[in-house]
């Protein structure tokens, strides 16, 4: 059974910074997209940010337009964990934030990926 495990999020003053983690436990996802999505509040669940690896040590990372810059996505295969960590946050970040697994192609369609979290809130202050 797959398990995604949400952990970090807050309450932060705009400025600040967070640092979400994403536990994968029941399969490995080395080479499948493994991606962030957030949900405020009266809106639809959006992309975040996706990474991917290449089989090696070269990973591809992926960013709505709206973080780029201020989050970064990455990776702990051995840990079999993914990270978000989020800077400069802003009010319209707050959110709950959904870890997703197993995504083949498309890393910004949340359609593509198999597993997902519980989510956990993210809240930014101003």
């Known amino acids: 059974q797959v398990q995604l495990v949400e952990s970090g999020g807050g309450l932060v003053q705009a400025g600040g910074s967070l640092r979400l983690s994403c536990a994968a436990s029941?399969?490995?996802?080395?080479?499948?997209?493994m991606g962030w999505f957030r949900q405020a509040p009266g809106k639809e669940r959006e992309f975040v940010a996706a990474?991917?690896?290449?089989?090696?040590?070269?990973?591809?990372?992926y960013y709505a337009d709206s973080v780029k810059g201020r989050f970064t996505i990455s990776r702990d295969n051995a840990k079999n964990t993914v990270y978000l960590q989020m800077s400069s946050l802003k009010p319209e970040d707050t959110a709950v934030y959904y870890c997703?697994?197993?995504?083949?192609?498309?890393?910004?369609?949340?359609?593509?990926?198999?597993?997902w979290g519980q989510g956990t809130q993210v809240t930014v202050s101003s």
């Open positions: 997703a697994a197993g995504g083949r192609q498309y890393y910004s369609r949340q359609e593509d990926y198999d597993y």
């Open positions: 029941g399969r490995t996802f080395s080479s499948a997209y």
């Open positions: 990474i991917r690896g290449s089989g090696g040590r070269t990973y591809y990372a």
